[in-house]
């Protein structure tokens, strides 16, 4: 028996050392995946964007707003006359948060009232929306500190300005993880569903043999492909619906907006992930490569797509892969139908690039298919 296995061993690691591709994949893949996504997947969120209804105009409203703007995590975006205005910011996802300063905001402060702040977060990415008004808490708190310590020699004793904040959580008030992530999970699993299944299905036909038997019998490639493609792209969407069905009986979860404007974005997101696993699959020469292929690109898709942490939140350079990767753009989407009511109307340039991600890898696809496979 010991003979018999040591025979094997031997015959699976030259079958393995044979193929470079292998090798090639289990050394690099690693390396990147270490090297890259754990800086562009950080959990600490910065860039935060935050507007202004400063209704007050005094000196202490201007030393909180630069307070603010000065810290790592903020970035200022607009002052506006009215909250109405800033809302419309938060309605476009152009804004994270609103910090509104009230009328008599110093003239309170100096009559040791203290003074009342409000804030309201964007909470369509609930994870972003809780740090970052945590972290507005923690600098009004500081800038409350150094107006108390200004104060103490002139305020009679016992009486300190105390700053109170107040925060609102808009389209997701209550900071329900599961509103935040079951969009987001579904999003990721019509993925897989896409490249994944596809790859795998496409690259058995090479291992069966029965590719080269199609091209010669007088059915097109551009059928076979489509033969190919199509059944997929319906059961992606029967797993849409079926995911929207499940979170509404575990999760009580239903989308504020059409769920048909979830299906049409959906449709034309799976003819880009399709592409993907077609693309995958014209690489790949066996089923185990094209899973280690589909295995490196679902990290990326899963890690740097929104899914966790914030694109906004990333490094420029991860920002620009973001941009670059499918997902990032079916992630917003659902979030925002689910959450805000979005409608296509609100998502039409997510559409026209996810439309021109379908285009592209569909392309590049078909072409290297003919290339490998006339």
Do not use: C
């Amino acid at each position: 028996m010991i003979r018999s296995l040591k025979y094997l061993l031997q015959k699976e690691f030259r079958l393995i050392f044979r193929n470079p591709a292998i090798l090639r994949m289990i050394i690099v893949m690693p390396i990147i995946q270490l090297i890259v996504i754990p800086f562009a997947a950080d959990y600490e969120v910065r860039d935060i964007r935050f507007s202004v209804v400063d209704e007050d105009h005094s000196g202490y409203a201007q030393r909180l707003i630069q307070k603010i703007d000065a810290s790592a995590y903020f970035q200022l975006v607009a002052m506006h006359p009215d909250e109405a205005a800033a809302m419309d910011l938060i309605g476009k996802s152009e804004t994270d948060l609103i910090i509104t300063i009230p009328h008599d905001f110093e003239k309170d402060i100096v009559a040791g009232q203290g003074g009342t702040l409000f804030l309201a977060a964007d909470a369509v990415n609930g994870m972003k929306a809780g740090l970052g008004m945590s972290y507005a808490r923690n600098i009004i708190n500081a800038f409350n500190r150094e107006v108390r310590s200004e104060w103490i020699p002139v305020l009679p004793r016992g009486t300190l300005p105390i700053i109170e904040v107040r925060s609102r959580a808009w389209y997701n008030p209550h900071s329900n993880y599961h509103l935040f992530m079951v969009p987001g999970i579904l999003a990721i699993l019509v993925t897989m569903v896409g490249s994944f299944l596809t790859a795998l299905n496409i690259v058995a036909e090479k291992e069966g043999g029965t590719i080269e038997q199609m091209n010669v019998t007088p059915v097109s490639k551009f059928a076979f492909i489509l033969g190919k493609l199509i059944p997929f792209w319906i059961l992606g969407l029967v797993s849409v619906s079926i995911g929207m069905v499940v979170g509404w009986l575990v999760y009580g979860l239903w989308p504020i907006g059409s769920v048909l404007s979830i299906l049409v974005f959906a449709a034309v997101y799976l003819l880009a992930v399709l592409g993907i696993g077609l693309l995958i699959s014209t690489i790949a020469e066996s089923q185990q490569q094209a899973t280690l292929i589909s295995f490196f690109f679902m990290m990326v898709f899963i890690l740097m797509g929104g899914l966790y942490t914030p694109v906004e939140s990333m490094p420029d350079w991860a920002q620009w892969i973001a941009r670059f990767n499918p997902p990032t753009y079916f992630i917003k989407a659902i979030r925002s139908i689910y959450l805000m009511g979005s409608s296509l109307r609100d998502l039409r340039w997510d559409i026209v690039i996810t439309l021109g991600f379908a285009v592209f890898f569909n392309g590049l696809a078909v072409w290297n298919y003919r290339k490998t496979a006339g």
